[in-house]
């Protein structure tokens, strides 16, 4: 009797431990969508090009764990197609995966048999066209994504319009090309596609900043653009390690905001 009492308390406990853990352990692949397109015209033939479309996806699935970024092509199919997926900085390994999962499975129940599509996640990118696109940075169609309310007090515009401002000039000289910063009670990361290169980069950055300056003072803004993409916050939304310090990607001169180093 005495045993039969007890028996539930470990599930209880086993769930307890589960939750304890689950900050470390459980993904987040931040898959919140933000931007769905297809092209109007399908691809011809169709069903080479959906083979070749899966060719791509599989490709870009398996190298996207690695560094966060890939590219795919299958130039000589029937109907070509190329692809390219890339996590942001903060989402990495299965969460990079997770997110790419989703991004497909929108672009899939989407876009059919469309020439082109994209589906921009918080969390991660994926676009294909059937033609290459790879070094294509901003586009008509970039746009800004704003969100909450205005924040109270007067400094928040000012430290969202500074910390934009650094991430614009010192992520085309950052490794890889993005980098997530925070100060004065704002969280904000940059990013741009990969094989932009810097000055794609510089060029894309510039107009998402006009993009997400136009959110200030509401507490969430992003700004989207087949180049690149930005995102600040009120509220942190990735880990405090995440963080570097733009002073180092930066000219005298352009640094905008002293950043608190450990926040
Ligand atoms: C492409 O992949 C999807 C999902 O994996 C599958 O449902 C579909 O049948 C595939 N299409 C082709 C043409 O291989
Ligand atoms: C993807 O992986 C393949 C084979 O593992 C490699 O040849 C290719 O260069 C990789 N591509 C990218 C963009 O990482
Ligand atoms: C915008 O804010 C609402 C309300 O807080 C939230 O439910 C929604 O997910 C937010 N949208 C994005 C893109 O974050
Ligand atoms: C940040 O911390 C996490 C958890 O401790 C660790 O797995 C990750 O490698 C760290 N990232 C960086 C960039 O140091």
Do not use: W
Request: charged share 15%; net charge positive.
């Amino acid at each position: 009797m005495h045993r039969m009492a007890r028996l539930p308390l470990l599930p209880a406990l086993v769930l307890a431990l589960a939750s304890a853990l689950a900050p470390s352990v459980v993904a987040d692949p931040q898959a919140t969508l933000l931007n769905l397109g297809c092209s109007q015209y399908n691809a011809t033939p169709t069903a080479a090009f959906l083979v070749a479309l899966n060719s791509t996806f599989a490709k870009l699935r398996a190298n996207l764990s690695a560094g966060g970024f890939a590219t795919a092509s299958e130039p000589r199919a029937a109907a070509p197609a190329f692809a390219l997926a890339q996590c942001r900085p903060y989402v990495t390994g299965r969460d990079c995966v997770a997110c790419f999962d989703a991004a497909a499975a929108r672009i899939r129940a989407s876009c059919g048999a469309a020439n082109g599509g994209r589906a921009i996640l918080d969390g991660c990118v994926i676009r294909y066209e059937s033609a290459a696109f790879f070094d294509q940075s901003t586009l008509p169609g970039n746009t800004q994504l704003c969100n909450g309310s205005a924040v109270a007090g007067g400094g928040f515009d000012g430290a969202v319009r500074a910390l934009i401002g650094d991430l614009a000039a010192a992520v085309p000289r950052a490794p890889r090309l993005a980098a997530a910063a925070a100060g004065a009670g704002v969280y904000a990361m940059a990013q741009c596609v990969e094989t932009v290169g810097a000055g794609g980069c510089a060029q894309c950055l510039q107009v998402a900043s006009r993009n997400i300056g136009g959110c200030s003072p509401n507490s969430d803004g992003r700004a989207v653009d087949a180049g690149c993409f930005m995102r600040y916050s009120d509220k942190r939304f990735f880990p405090a390690n995440a963080t570097v310090d733009l002073a180092a990607y930066l000219l005298s001169g352009e640094f905008i905001l002293v950043f608190c180093v450990s926040c």
